[in-house]
């Protein structure tokens, strides 16, 4: 199992998801990717979702680099994979944001 760390720059959005809880990783634009995983309050039936912002037109790249490390099997000996917003490998990703039940 690896667990997911999505950290936005500024360390008050933190949330960590079990990888094989992900749904969906869809980009929506040209700046923004969507993570989708199971609602964590068992009362909500919408998905909920971690936004990242990214440089304009890095969206595939940022994607598909979070996809590849999803499923390594192994990332320095790490069980953790850590996305903070603005630092390598995900430099390009300005803000990250949890959303419950979106």
């Keep these: 199992?690896?667990?997911l760390?999505?950290?936005d720059a500024a360390g008050t959005d933190e949330i960590f998801v079990n990888s094989d809880q992900i749904r969906a990783i869809?980009?929506?634009s040209?700046?923004?990717i969507n993570v989708y995983f199971p609602s964590?309050?068992?009362?909500?039936?919408?998905?909920?979702?971690v936004a990242l912002t990214c440089?304009?037109?890095k969206t595939d790249e940022v994607a598909?680099?979070?996809s590849e490390l999803m499923v390594a099997t192994n990332i320095g000996g790490a069980?953790?994979?850590t996305v903070v917003a603005d630092t390598a490998p995900f430099g390009d990703v300005g803000t990250v944001a949890y959303t419950a039940g979106s």
């Excluded at 964590?40 to 979702?49: E, I």
């Design 5 to 7: 760390h999505f950290v």
């Design 55 to 57: 440089t304009s037109g």
């Design 40 to 49: 964590q309050d068992p009362a909500v039936t919408a998905n909920d979702k």
């Design 26 to 28: 869809q980009i929506t």
């Design 64 to 66: 598909l680099k979070l």
């Design 30 to 32: 040209a700046t923004n």
């Design 79 to 81: 069980s953790v994979l």
């Design 1 to 3: 199992m690896r667990m």
